[in-house]
């Protein structure tokens, strides 16, 4: 039998010891629910509806400076792009009941695997790069294989490593370049086919380029498009996001990570490998924080020693908002991408208005305690109604 979120078993008796039933009588055992209730108990629906809520204040506040043109739409997209990759990592690992705080010391450390070698042992840059994608992933395995071996909270195991890495990453970077910002690293990437191709730029050229040809879009005197694609991260972001939600709604796998995530040691005594399934989560968040630092050391030309503070916080924000219980057993990909996609919109749009940008933290406090009341609220009436 597989292992699926909710199982709902009821005894059957046979048809000869029911009484017939007249025809067009209603089932009073067959509960009808309405589609605004099936709404509101979808993970996501927070997520949405906060998004919604967010895309109508800018568009009063913010509708004539310029937020939803098609350059202001990327910029928004590609900070929202950014914490997307992280959310959705930080999400299937919270549906699995555990957390990873070195999200962000992991991007700053992965930086510096990717810079140190190629700017002063003169590592080939793909070299580089798969020598920091298999360091972090490395790293993530260690992380879930303590938290396993030892069953300490996840919490206390992954705060140890935040502090290791970003210490390592400030000592390496004084160490072997005797400062802490790596520059040249953008250099070397466009003179790459692999990692130009990958993991910087654009994508979509040609398209904006023919675009503006036809007057959709905005050309520059050099006949260029202001807006020369689609930045690489939100392809990333996208392709990750689809994976992830099919991955979670459509396969095994999918219905183990909710399983180990409900209860632990239910889902083992019906087969599930709770501890492979553990471990694999925590080196997928390593992988989407080495990601989001190579796009990010590929796209700005540099790594530095505090790349990624805080993210880790920023993480779990976009994921609770998304609908992630903090308890496991619960949420959405897809949501965590709309509570990326609302910190995006929020960070860049409130530059577009006259909001002093200090309100920035509050409103996503106030976004991360609504979120939470909110699928506390859902999660009772979807328990009572059982």
């Not at 792009?81 to 705080?101: K, P, S």
Request: glycine share 12%; proline share 3%.
């Amino acid at each position: 039998m597989g292992v699926v979120d909710h199982f709902h078993l009821g005894s059957r008796k046979h048809d000869a010891e029911q009484p017939a039933q007249p025809s067009g009588a209603s089932d009073e055992r067959v509960r009808k629910e309405s589609w605004f209730k099936h709404l509101l108990s979808r993970p996501e629906f927070a997520a949405l509806a906060g998004t919604v809520m967010v895309f109508i204040v800018f568009a009063v506040g913010a509708g004539n400076s310029g937020m939803f043109n098609l350059d202001g739409i990327m910029n928004w997209s590609q900070v929202a792009a950014y914490l997307g990759l992280i959310a959705v990592g930080a999400c299937l690992l919270m549906i699995a009941g555990e957390f990873d705080l070195s999200i962000g010391s992991m991007i700053g450390f992965a930086g510096m695997m990717v810079a140190l070698p190629t700017m002063y042992f003169h590592w080939p840059i793909e070299l580089s790069i798969v020598f920091a994608f298999v360091g972090s992933m490395a790293l993530g395995a260690l992380n879930g294989y303590l938290v396993m071996r030892t069953r300490l909270p996840s919490f206390i195991v992954t705060l140890a490593f935040l502090f290791i890495l970003r210490g390592l990453t400030l000592a390496l970077s004084v160490m072997f370049a005797d400062r802490t910002i790596i520059s040249g690293v953008g250099d070397v990437a466009a003179q790459s086919g692999f990692a130009h191709a990958l993991f910087q730029g654009v994508a979509f050229h040609g398209l904006f380029k023919w675009l503006g040809h036809v007057g959709l879009v905005k050309l520059l005197d050099n006949g260029e498009p202001l807006v020369p694609g689609v930045p690489k991260v939100i392809v990333w972001w996208f392709a990750l996001a689809a994976v992830g939600a099919f991955t979670l709604a459509k396969t095994r796998f999918g219905n183990w990570i909710f399983a180990v995530g409900g209860d632990a040691n239910a889902a083992k005594n019906v087969g599930v490998p709770v501890r492979r399934v553990k471990i694999s989560l925590f080196v997928l968040t390593a992988f989407c924080s080495c990601l989001f630092a190579v796009l990010q050391v590929c796209d700005i030309g540099s790594a530095a020693a505090d790349r990624g503070l805080q993210k880790e916080f920023e993480a779990i924000i976009a994921a609770v908002i998304g609908g992630s219980l903090l308890t496991g057993g619960y949420g959405s990909v897809i949501g965590a991408s709309f509570g990326a996609l609302i910190f995006g919109v929020v960070q860049i749009g409130i530059t577009y208005t006259n909001i002093d940008s200090d309100w920035f933290r509050v409103f996503l406090g106030v976004m991360l305690l609504f979120a939470v009341l909110f699928n506390h609220y859902v999660r009772s009436r979807v328990a009572a109604s059982r």
